[in-house]
C-alpha cells in the first residue's frame, strides 16, 4: 500500500510562474517530511524539509506547506525557471527512520 | 551539505556474476545507511536498513541471500548483487544519514548518486 502519494506525474509550467507540487500521506505518525529533486541518470538531492512541529518552511524560491489534518504537503516553487525542470519526490517518514517515498511529479518549466 | 558518494557509477555485468556497489560518506560519519532501489518511472523502494556494526534488516520481498549488504564502518556500506540475472538491472542508490549535527537535521538523509546496474 502506497504510503506517500503523488497523484500528478507531470506538471508544466511557464517560466516565472509559481509552480506547485502536491503530496499525500497516510501515516499520522510521520513526523518529518522531505522534498528531493531528480535528474535523469542521478540520484536524489535533497531539495527542503519540514518537520511536523512546522506548517511553513521557506528556503529561497522553494516554500513547503504542511498541513497534518489533511496529511497533505506541497512544494511551491517561485519564480520557476527552466532548471527546476526534474522530477521531484516526496518523502515522509519517522525521525531517524526509514521514509517512503511519493512516485515523483516530473516538472516542465517551459521558457 | 553532506556528501554520499558512490561507486562505480554504471557496471554492466554477465548474468550469473556478482556485482558490488559502494556507498561512502565522505564528510561525516553516517550511523546508518539505507539501500534503495529505483525501477523506471516508480518511485524508490527501500530495500535494507543497515546500521554500523550489526547485520541489516531487510525489507519484505527482498532477498538478503541475493543482496548482501555490508556496513563494516561508519563511512562505507556495500551491496553486493549475487548471482546477477537480467531482471537485477536497476538503479540502486543509497543515502546515509548522521542521526544529527550540523547541516544533517533530526531525520536528513544524504543521497549517492546512484549506480546502474545493468545485466545482460
Known amino acids: 500500500d502506497q504510503q506517500v502519494k503523488q497523484n500528478s506525474p507531470s506538471l508544466s509550467v511557464q517560466e516565472g510562474r509559481i509552480s506547485i507540487l502536491n503530496c499525500d500521506y497516510t501515516?499520522?505518525?510521520?513526523?518529518?517530511f522531505l522534498w528531493y529533486k531528480k535528474y535523469p541518470a542521478e540520484g536524489p538531492t535533497f531539495l527542503i524539509s519540514?518537520?511536523?512541529?512546522?506548517d511553513k518552511n521557506e528556503d529561497g524560491r522553494f516554500t513547503v506547506f504542511l498541513n497534518k489534518s489533511a496529511k497533505h504537503l506541497s512544494l511551491h516553487i517561485v519564480p520557476s525557471q527552466p532548471g527546476d525542470s526534474a522530477v521531484y519526490f516526496c518523502a515522509a517518514g519517522m525521525s531517524g527512520n526509514q521514509f517512503y517515498f511519493g512516485t515523483g511529479t516530473s516538472l516542465t518549466v517551459i521558457p | 551539505g553532506a556528501v554520499v558518494s558512490q561507486h562505480p557509477s554504471w557496471v554492466i555485468c554477465k548474468s550469473g556474476t556478482s556485482v558490488k556497489i559502494e556507498c561512502r560518506s565522505l564528510d561525516f560519519q553516517a550511523t546508518t545507511m539505507f539501500w534503495y532501489r529505483q525501477f523506471p518511472k516508480q518511485s524508490l523502494m527501500l530495500m535494507a536498513t543497515?546500521?554500523?556494526?550489526?547485520?541489516?534488516?531487510?525489507e519484505q520481498g527482498v532477498e538478503k541471500d541475493k543482496f548482501l549488504i555490508n556496513h563494516a564502518s561508519l563511512t562505507l556500506s556495500t551491496l553486493t548483487v549475487t548471482s546477477a540475472h537480467p531482471e537485477d538491472s536497476s538503479f540502486y542508490i543509497c543515502s546515509a544519514s548522521g542521526g544529527g549535527g550540523v547541516g544533517q537535521g533530526a531525520g536528513e538523509q544524504f543521497f549517492g548518486p546512484g549506480t546502474r546496474l545493468t545485466v545482460l
Open positions: 501515516n499520522s505518525m510521520f513526523d518529518y
Open positions: 543497515s546500521n554500523e556494526g550489526s547485520k541489516a534488516t531487510y
Open positions: 519540514i518537520s511536523s512541529i512546522k
